[in-house]
């Protein structure tokens, strides 16, 4: 997952609004959003390396979602998947605090991770190893920390927030297509996280778009203040649309 937009607690009608990409290798298999026969309160895609995931939620309305940190100096894989620390933390009943202080960053490779619920999330990277409340408002989140203002972040954030400041009933294709913005960033503008200038200009937009590499999906979850969670999944084949999947239910 290379971008999470999210706005929490600052709408009338929605507790969290959710609005994320995943982008990966397109030889990477993947399986699309469903329950799991092995967790059957967990709803996401599934990684079909390692058998994790990137972002999903619960019946009982937990949520997570991971993005990696971008460091071309630290390559090396950590022992353990980071798609792992989504679904074990999807997969058990302990408090956000106490799940993020059972981490041993050292096992992984460099990561962000929100978990939490609808009423309390917490943000917390393995980088600094720390964690905090994340406060109501419009965030983002890219391949850095928490509203680090890359383009795409900044854009995200602003396009999201104007958009649910003009609405009170969302609408999914004007979040997907929040999400579809493939525009680069002007060279100016991009970060410089040691990749090189073609490869921050690849990754730039919102939505990418490369010959072996992309976003793979797009995700929104909306949780109302009535509690009825709905997780829309877009699916992409090598940068075109695939298909669309929507469930809808009732937070236990």
């Known amino acids: 997952m290379c971008l999470i937009n999210l706005q929490f607690r600052n709408h009338p009608r929605y507790k969290l609004i959710i609005a994320a990409n995943r982008d990966e290798f397109y030889s990477r298999p993947a399986a699309p959003a469903q329950f799991w026969n092995d967790e059957p309160s967990i709803l996401a895609g599934r990684d079909l390396t390692q058998m994790g995931t990137w972002l999903g939620v619960t019946k009982q309305g937990r949520i997570a979602a991971l993005t990696n940190f971008r460091d071309p100096t630290n390559l090396e894989a950590g022992s353990l998947s ?108 991009l970060p410089n ?35 009825i969670l709905t997780f829309a999944e877009r699916n992409f084949e090598k940068g075109l649309f695939k298909e669309d999947i929507v469930y809808d239910f009732k937070i236990k």
């Open 82 to 189: 980071r798609g792992a620390v989504v679904k074990d933390f999807l997969a058990s009943t302990s408090s956000p605090e106490d799940y993020l202080q059972s981490i041993n960053p050292e096992q992984y490779a460099g990561f962000n991770l929100i978990v939490g619920d609808a009423e309390k999330l917490v943000y917390y990277n393995n980088i600094q190893n720390e964690f905090y409340t994340i406060p109501p408002g419009t965030h983002g989140l890219s391949n850095h920390f928490l509203n680090t203002p890359w383009p795409k972040v900044t854009r995200g954030k602003e396009n999201l927030a104007s958009y649910m400041a003009q609405t009170e009933e969302a609408d999914l294709e004007e979040l997907f297509g929040i999400l579809s913005n493939a525009d680069h960033a002007q060279d100016s503008h």
């Open 193 to 227: 996280t040691g990749v090189g200038l073609d490869l921050e200009r690849m990754l730039s937009p919102i939505f990418i778009k490369t010959p072996d590499y992309g976003t793979r999906s797009a995700t929104i979850v909306l949780i109302s203040h009535d509690n």
